[in-house]
């Protein structure tokens, strides 16, 4: 059975499905990850977003040390079966490693990319 | 200044850079999809989501043929700067070329993708 959901995905060549993780409830985007076979089928058997680091090559399991845990209320999968989103309950409130909400902060103002977000907690706090 | 913003954002090898559109208001999220240097800035320019379709290899300027053009609200890049998020005021309220409102519209139940979303309009009247 979880074999078959699994299956319809189109998997890139690397394995992976792209990722979006939007906030239940307000609807914000928060962020933007990978998953592959193995992290989507925990992701789904443990309720938490577990995705793939590309840049480490191993299990990402966010929250692991900042503590702020994606809790999975619902998933999706795109017309393409190519593209999944979920949403979550993010945890401490707090999705962007930067410490802001969402990792989407920077707003194009006339040709410039600018911070519009408040950092709600210090980086150097989150990871010990 | 226009080159700035651009070159701040980190394409992938084949000068891609992902985008999610969401529905500005709602946040409802209604597609992903990609946008190259040129569509990007023409998005810009014109204040609609111009993607770059990876299958045909050239200029998608969304809503071309079905008319449902996405005219461009907000623009964010998020912390890695190689994902951006598009807010949009969906015209025909249909993003999906399946005459769904979002692309996202299979619901994972017990093991099984599900269609949850109604077609709004039969694709064969949006193509014509």
Not at 10 to 27: M, R
């Amino acid at each position: 059975m979880q074999a078959n959901w699994l299956d319809q995905i189109k998997w890139t060549a690397d394995g992976l499905v792209p990722v979006i993780a939007q906030e239940a409830g307000s609807g914000k985007v928060l962020m933007f990850a990978w998953m592959s076979r193995e992290s989507l089928s925990l992701s789904v058997q443990e309720g938490k977003a577990i995705y793939w680091s590309r840049s480490r090559n191993k299990l990402w399991r966010k929250g692991e040390e900042s503590g702020n845990e994606q809790i999975i209320k619902d998933i999706r999968l795109d017309c393409d079966n190519d593209v999944i989103l979920i949403a979550v309950e993010q945890r401490g409130g707090i999705a962007c490693h930067t410490g802001r909400k969402s990792c989407f902060y920077q707003q194009l103002q006339e040709g410039q990319w600018v911070s519009v977000e408040p950092v709600l907690k210090d980086p150097k706090q989150m990871y010990k």
